[in-house]
Nanobody, 123 residues
Framework: QVQVVESGGGLVQPGGSLTLSCAAS????????MDWYQQAPGKQRELVAA???????YYADSVKGRFTISKGNVKNMVYLQMNSLKPEDTAVYYC?????????????????WGQGTQVTVSS
């Protein structure tokens, strides 16, 4: 199967920056999409940024112009650069990766989540 691990969260002051990293490992055959979600206390998990194998990107209106999603030079990694952070960005951030993995035959689809990383924006 495929494992996903996020890192890079922490405490930052308003206006500051953080970069989250997400690494996928396992017998990955191909990746179709790499997404970042946020879940604030008491709220549903929401998509904030996404990128596809073709290079298309999506940003939620709340983060446009402040967050940038990018794929790493190292295979199967994705980053979320977060600038001009606001207190309302405080949330647990999850990485979600969809694709296919090798399973001793035809590739099988996977949809894997990381454990989440806490981002707290506060003075």
């Amino acid at each position: 199967q495929v494992q996903v691990v996020e890192s890079g969260g922490g405490l930052v002051q308003p206006g500051g920056s953080l970069t989250l990293s997400c690494a996928a490992s396992g017998n990955i055959f191909s990746i179709n999409a790499m997404d970042w979600y946020q879940q604030a206390p008491g709220k549903q998990r929401e998509l904030v940024a996404a990128t596809t194998s073709g290079g298309s990107t999506y940003y939620a209106d709340s983060v446009k112009g402040r967050f940038t999603i990018s794929k790493g030079n190292v295979k199967n990694m994705v980053y979320l650069q977060m600038n001009s952070l606001k207190p309302e960005d405080t949330a647990v951030y999850y990485c979600n990766i969809k694709g296919y993995y090798s399973n001793y035959g035809a590739p099988r689809g996977f949809d894997s989540w990381g454990q989440g990383t806490q981002v707290t924006v506060s003075s």
